[in-house]
């Protein structure tokens, strides 16, 4: 059976970034920035994109087209006789779902806010209503049921069309329509009368503000904040690049789609920060910024209802396009594991998925417990918790020694692979960073927020 292939080279870049951007690139980044001394933060998360996240990425998407094969099943395609490396080829399809057991309940509040936003129902609303808006929809476990269902049966039903009709062909919509309103949200912005404290806050730096919170807090904030942006470690990047022929070396891709993802990041600052510090907002709210203080804006500003529906279209594009990609990684590796036909797939992780949801989705009102409460107090964080703090690094560590040393796939054979097509190369001199400092960073990050989560 002949593997489909991807129709064009932007239909790959847009995948991958879709894949990548998230909703943590609209809340997390811009808040941590803020937090970290603004400038100086962008600057240094840039840098570390560079030299942990890029090269990561080069060796998912390497994987991936030189095994032609599925996360789960790439291995097995290079590995040597009698090796286990395997084995990480179901921790990854294992990543996917958990990941998916909550993502498609987040991506139903963008659906449900963009919907009631679009409808008026925050117009006039005081603060305390707008709150309570977010705390019905999480005590209603039909709401929150119905807009996940939404969620996945679309994105299956794209995924279904198969790889050029479906899910290429969508997600450039989806992209482009999600960079475009980016824009048109940035511009508006920057005419706001708190643009120019909000963009100085935002992109000056201020290392005094980086000495309160911590200089090491924060370069540690930057380095997981570069790490974790990528989606690295459970095969969502690697699937994507069994799909592209081997006209361009992967460096080169590598970085076009960490530049389109720290576009989107820096972008959704630009939209933020002159809106908070136009009306006297908290910025570094986290997640209560998109949920209940942005709404009270959109609520009580002029052409709020427009401006508040066209953020929430973007927000659910780019919770989507993640959804989206990670469905083609789990149905692929589905296909290939049990030989069934892409429609069969599609069908079985149609019940599957939905099932899986749940808990999520009951964890903030059927099924709430006191015991989550380290992990942030539901089902939801203990979820992201075992992807972000476990499964991205530790999978991005299996891939990285898989490409580096010669108990794996090994240097050389990665190098011919990365270097096949014209673009930039993998060069010999990266070898020494790539093999002995580089996994010291990722066994570091791992260690940090397993710390972080329990015993600082």
Known sequence: MNREKLKTRMGFILLSAGCAIGIGNVWKFPYMAGQGGGGAFVLFYLIFLAILGLPILCMEFAVGRASQKSPVKAYQALQKPGQKWHIHGYCTLIGCYLLMMFYTTVSGWMLHYFCLTAAGRFD??????????????????????????????????????????????????????????????????????????GLAFYLLPNFDRMQKVGIISTLVGAMNQAFFTLSLGVGAMAIFGSYIGKDHALLGESAR????????????????????????????????????????????????????????????????????AVFE??????????????????????????????????????????????????????????????????????????????????WKNFQDEANTGKGWKVRSWMRPYLTFVLPLIVVFIFGFGIYDKFFS
Not at 297 to 324: K, Q
Request: hydrophobic share 55%; with cysteine.
């Open 257 to 324: 789609v960490v530049l389109l993802d720290t576009f989107v990041a820096i972008t959704a600052g630009l939209i933020i920060f002159p809106v908070c510090f136009t009306y006297q907002v908290d910025q570094t709210s986290g997640p209560s910024l998109v949920f209940i203080t942005l709404p009270n804006l959109f609520a009580n500003m002029g052409l709020g209802r427009l401006w508040g529906s066209l953020f929430f279209l973007f927000m659910s594009f780019a919770a989507f396009s993640t959804v989206l």
């Open 329 to 410: 990684n789990i149905i692929c590796c589905g296909m290939e594991l049990t030989g069934c036909s892409r429609k069969k797939s599609c069908l079985v992780n149609l019940i599957l998925i939905i099932l899986l949801s749940l808990p999520c989705v009951l964890g903030y009102n059927l099924w709430s417990w006191d015991g989550f409460s380290i992990f942030g107090g539901a089902v939801l964080d203990f979820e992201d918790f075992l992807v972000s703090n476990i499964l991205l690094p530790l999978g991005s560590l299996v891939y990285l020694l898989f490409c580096v040393t010669r108990y794996g796939w090994g």
């Open 124 to 197: 006039g609303l005081g603060a305390d209503a707008v709150a309570g808006v977010f705390n019905n929809m999480l005590e209603n476990p039909g709401v929150m049921a119905f807009w996940m269902v939404v969620v996945v049966v679309v994105a299956i039903f794209i995924c279904f069309k198969g790889l050029q009709n479906g899910l290429e062909r969508v997600t450039k919509i989806l992209m482009l329509a999600l960079l475009g309103v980016m824009v048109i949200l940035a511009v508006h912005s920057l005419f706001l009368p708190g643009a120019k404290e």
